[in-house]
């Protein structure tokens, strides 16, 4: 499956973005998915995953309750809604499915 991510972009803190993570080459509406974040300097983390239907969510704890990942598996995508962003969300955002990755999205948070 190709993992193509997008939506990233510069805001101010306590700003808002949507990133999406399209899914190409086969449904994923069987997989589970996740978005990772890596920071200038430091190594990737875990931000958030979401089951096959949608039904469980879980989130690191340095963005629960501001970020809601969420499917739409008629178009096989992945989103991940961030509010109230902070200068720390800087990052690139990486989606997951399964083995495969996607290039990744790069959000940058003023202060």
């Known amino acids: 499956v190709q993992l193509q991510a997008s939506g990233g972009g510069l805001v101010q803190a306590g700003g808002s973005l949507r990133l999406s993570c399209a899914a190409s080459g086969r449904t994923i509406s069987n997989d589970a998915a996740r978005w990772f974040r890596q920071a200038p300097g430091k190594e990737r983390e875990f931000v958030a995953s979401i089951s096959w239907g949608g039904g469980y969510t879980s989130y690191a704890d340095s963005v629960k309750g501001r970020f809601t990942i969420s499917r739409d598996n008629a178009k096989n995508t992945v989103y991940l809604q961030m509010n109230s962003l902070k200068p720390e969300d800087t990052a690139v955002y990486y989606c997951?499915?399964?083995?495969?990755w996607g290039q990744g999205t790069l959000v940058t948070v003023s202060s």
């Open positions: 997951t499915v399964s083995d495969s």
